[in-house]
């Protein structure tokens, strides 16, 4: 089975450009904190660890699994 690669942080923002959502709407609605969305879709955070590793893991970023504080706040 072929992986499949994760999208870049301007893939994201272009997607959700092209839905329609700001960056702020989306965190809001994802339950993550506004300016550590725009920190990783700048790439002044690589998403690791923490919120930042969950935020990357949910904009299709990076592989991995959103922790269950962070399911539980969305």
């Not at 923002?13 to 990783?40: C, D, K, M, S, Y």
């Not at 690589?46 to 904009?59: E, F, M, Q, R």
Request: charged share 25%; net charge positive.
């Amino acid at each position: 089975m072929r992986r499949k690669h994760a999208r870049t942080a301007e893939d994201a923002r272009r997607e959700l450009a092209h839905q329609g959502i700001t960056i702020a709407a989306w965190a809001r609605a994802n339950g993550f904190p506004v300016r550590a969305v725009q920190e990783i879709l700048r790439g002044r955070c690589k998403g690791k660890y923490g919120v930042s590793h969950d935020i990357a893991v949910a904009l299709g970023l990076k592989e991995g699994t959103i922790s269950e504080q962070a399911q539980g706040a969305a």
